[in-house]
């Protein structure tokens, strides 16, 4: 028995603990609210509680950040390219509810408010272990739903319309993340951060990693999702390529650690698809993942979308809803990172996109940390020149990430 003056001791320093441990898993719990169950996964009550909880994540970020005066460089180039993208754009064109519009600013500009409270007030190790929970966790959903639905996946029929007339609906095999070019994007960054982690963390999460990215290339390789196959490919083949060079970092091309060229390469390997689709040149390439040479009719949409950009270069055509954008161009979205942006939000908004990105390039980079995440970066890029969502705010996280870890280093030097 403890006498009362033992246990007034006890609860005292028992409270500053589960504090802490009710902090850990708020913050991991607001991570897992980014990812968002596709509408057809979950019932619509808990996707709409999901999505609200990320919504006050990001508040709840955006409040600690100004609260605390962290507002930088960095978090200001974000909140003006969501500012403008979800905002202005609304309020010049489009015809997009600017309710759900505001709601999207809030869930994506807050969510790297959140990242960036985060990483401002707490060690970057820990962070980024919170990050990775949250991912394993729900990204094993993913590949739970997956393995039920092998050769059949959940079911969606999506609506096609062409020359502004609905035709019929097409089905697609997609989980709980959605497809495969969609939930890529959860994929790359918990990859990349796994890596990251085994090396300079813990050994012992090489483990995770290899078995992480195995099942990943597993999954797609079984789907034969072209994209996916390719950006996953990529990525495991450069960090395997790393393990083998790291007591030789120094020796790493520069072309495989430098920001300005990875995100370079990545629009250069945005715009080539538009360029030589349809050409006799990628014939035999897409023959083998059994594709047409229009990279599955994509050359249409990307023809449509290009023409009603030129209608207004500067600025696009704001926000519109899912209907209108596919009586004009054939589906939801343009399928193409540097398109999209054009398409919906003009020259401004591609610039104002690559400025949010330059802002988390790290003035004095680690080669090998670099290497690490540049190899995401570009793998993100691939998936883009097929596949791109506004509204998936988590694969930039490594942007993020990479601009803190080589701060953390510079510090410790």
């Excluded at 520069?254 to 300005?260: D, G, H, N, T």
């Amino acid at each position: 028995m403890y006498s009362d003056t033992q246990a007034l001791t006890l609860r005292t320093h028992s409270r500053p603990a589960v504090r802490t441990a009710m902090g850990e898993v708020a913050i991991i719990v607001g991570f897992m609210s980014y990812y968002v169950p596709a509408d057809y996964a979950v019932p619509s009550f808990v996707r709409i509680a999901w999505q609200a909880c990320a919504i006050l994540t990001s508040i709840f970020g955006g409040i600690m950040l100004l609260a605390s005066k962290r507002i930088n460089r960095r978090s200001a180039s974000i909140l003006a390219y969501y500012f403008y993208w979800y905002i202005a754009l609304r309020l010049v064109g489009g015809n997009y509810s600017m309710m759900k519009c505001m709601g999207h600013f809030a869930f994506d500009a807050g969510f790297f408010a959140f990242l960036e409270y985060l990483l401002q007030t707490r060690d970057t190790k820990t962070v980024m272990k919170y990050f990775l929970i949250a991912g394993v966790a729900i990204t094993t959903i993913h590949f739970a739903t997956f393995l039920m639905h092998m050769g059949t996946g959940m079911l969606e029929d999506t609506p096609i319309y062409r020359g502004g007339k609905f035709v019929g609906f097409i089905t697609y095999e997609w989980y709980f993340l959605k497809h495969d070019n969609g939930s890529i994007y959860y994929l790359i960054p918990i990859i990349v951060l796994l890596f990251y982690y085994s090396v300079y963390y813990s050994a012992e999460a090489f483990v995770y990693f290899t078995a992480y990215s195995a099942f990943v290339l597993f999954m797609f390789y079984y789907n034969m999702s072209a994209t996916a196959i390719v950006a996953s490919t990529y990525l495991v083949g450069i960090l395997v390529y790393l393990l083998f060079v790291r007591r030789n970092s120094k020796n790493i091309p520069r072309l495989l650690y430098s920001c300005k060229f990875s995100v370079a390469a990545g629009i250069i390997a945005d715009i080539t698809p538009l360029m030589i689709v349809g050409s006799s040149a990628v014939k035999s390439i897409v023959a083998m993942f059994g594709k047409s040479v229009t990279f599955s009719g994509r050359d249409r949409v990307w023809a449509r979308s290009a023409l009603h950009f030129l209608r207004s270069p500067i600025y696009g055509l704001g926000i519109e809803d899912d209907i209108t954008t596919t009586v004009k161009i054939g589906i939801n979205h343009c399928h193409n990172l540097v398109l999209e942006n054009l398409y919906r939000g003009g020259i401004i908004a591609l610039i104002l996109f690559l400025f949010m990105l330059k802002m988390y390039f790290p003035p004095k980079p680690n080669k090998y940390k670099c290497a690490i995440f540049c190899a995401g970066i570009v793998s993100y890029f691939i998936t883009a020149a097929f596949d791109w969502y506004y509204y998936y705010p988590l694969p930039l996280s490594m942007f993020v990430f990479n601009y803190y870890v080589n701060k953390e280093d510079n510090i410790s030097r």
